[in-house]
């Protein structure tokens, strides 16, 4: 028996079934780096003159000098790849210094929402044909000559799953429009969270609902009152940094256009380099222990190690001033990466913070290789953005207080 929220989809087998049970929706664009935001405007601007600390300039001149090194490597290991799929097992390539490859670009396109919708309650996974089905309600809504708003994060997902005439922005809202998407999947699962079985964020503490409440939104909005300063911003607003882990409902922290990753192996380290904000994660492996405790970073103290061909990043340390999902300073990441397939990495991140929730919770990023270039994602020179709403703020106060001046 179909469950409701598919009562209407089409019974008829698709005429093209995808072999690999993920169908894609959007179109890639010439110039994909249009990085619309629509409901959560973010600052993103060009030509920044980035300064960084002298452990990240080493790491990134060893990057710069050797791209034969890296790119020879990444030909022999595509060669190996085929060569163990044509004789039906994978073996992941290895690095120079025997450890499992992970380098390259890779891409968060997936159109699987972070929780499982309250619509498809009690169900895991879809059929082939319900996957199908919702490629070919998202293509009509944001394919082809589709003339609507810029669909971010989930948004996709659910507006395919409610199949509305016309897509609009949750908040009727949008920076861009539905041809500046990138290329989403879909596939059968209908969340990111594996755990709790049910696909949903366990319940916040008492404690974590009141810092929720205190956190600056990620954007301003209607029904908020208007900003004093810099400070009322989120953090991403004032290009200080999008958080880590990169997991959650909106375009600027989940799937789409700012969910490009490169990541960079050395012999002791990777290195996890986000293009939106040009955020690099530098990560010591072994077991050197992590800084103590009075030290804390926007995204955390990392320190990593192999098992087996999984790599697993151990992140404490996060400053009371991070903010994930209400979560802070208490944040504690456990976030595993292995590459299952020569174009797919499952990422799985396990979250812990018992004073923000309940009990800890996992989701899974599947990320797919790609063949672009990370490009500068120049920010805070730039942030006309924020500069433009605390003067719209101040213009607002300025027409009150004349109002109120005003005899009657």
């Known amino acids: 028996m179909r469950d409701g929220c598919f009562a209407s989809l089409s019974t008829a087998r698709p005429t093209e079934p995808d072999r690999e049970n993920v169908s894609r929706v959007g179109r890639a664009v010439p110039q994909r780096r249009s990085h619309s935001r629509d409901t959560n405007a973010l600052p993103c601007q060009k030509d920044k003159v980035q300064r960084v600390s002298v452990t990240l300039a080493a790491v990134v001149a060893l990057w710069v000098l050797t791209p034969v090194a890296v790119f020879g490597q990444a030909a022999a290991a595509a060669r190996n790849a085929a060569n163990t799929i044509a004789n039906g097992t994978w073996i992941p390539p290895r690095t120079l210094d025997g450890q499992p490859d992970l380098q390259g670009v890779w891409l968060n396109r997936s159109a699987t929402p972070l929780e499982r919708p309250r619509a498809l309650e009690g169900r895991a996974f879809l059929t082939d044909e319900e ?9 009509r809504l944001f394919g082809g000559n589709a003339v609507n708003d810029f669909a971010g994060g989930d948004n996709v997902f659910l507006a395919a799953l409610t199949n509305p005439e016309r897509y609009i922005p949750p908040n009727g809202r949008s920076t861009g429009g539905a041809d ?17 079985p049910d696909g949903r964020i366990p319940p916040m503490t008492a404690e974590g609902r009141e810092r929720s409440a205190r956190t600056p939104p990620l954007a301003a909005g209607p029904g908020q009152r208007p900003p004093a300063g810099p400070e009322d911003f989120s953090n991403a607003m004032r290009c200080i940094t999008y958080g880590v882990p990169r997991l959650g409902l909106n375009n600027v922290n989940s799937a789409g256009p700012l969910g490009y990753y490169q990541i960079l192996q050395t012999p002791g380290y990777v290195v996890l380099m986000l293009e939106a904000i040009h955020e690099a994660r530098i ?3 072994g077991d050197r222990p992590h800084l103590p405790r009075s030290i804390r970073q926007w995204t955390g103290d990392s320190r990593g190690r192999w098992e087996g061909n999984t790599l697993v990043v151990d992140t404490t340390n996060f400053s009371p001033r991070s ?12 976030e595993r990466l292995t590459r299952v397939a020569p174009d797919t ?3 799985e991140i396990t979250i812990s913070d018992p004073t ?18 990370i490009y500068e994602y120049a920010c805070h020179e730039g942030n006309y953005m924020m500069d433009s709403m605390l003067a719209g703020a101040r213009a607002e106060e300025r027409a009150e207080h004349a109002a109120r001046k005003e005899p009657k």
């Open 131 to 139: 996957v199908n089905e919702l490629r070919r309600r998202a293509d």
């Open 323 to 334: 903010t994930f999902m209400g979560s802070a300073e208490n944040l504690h990441l456990i």
């Open 345 to 347: 990495i499952n990422y």
């Open 356 to 373: 923000t929730w309940t009990k800890p919770w996992t989701a899974v990023i599947r990320l797919k290789q790609s063949h672009e270039r």
């Open 180 to 196: 500046e998407m990138i290329e989403r999947e879909f596939e059968n699962r209908t969340s990111l969270i594996s755990d709790p």
């Open 283 to 285: 990560i010591p492996l």
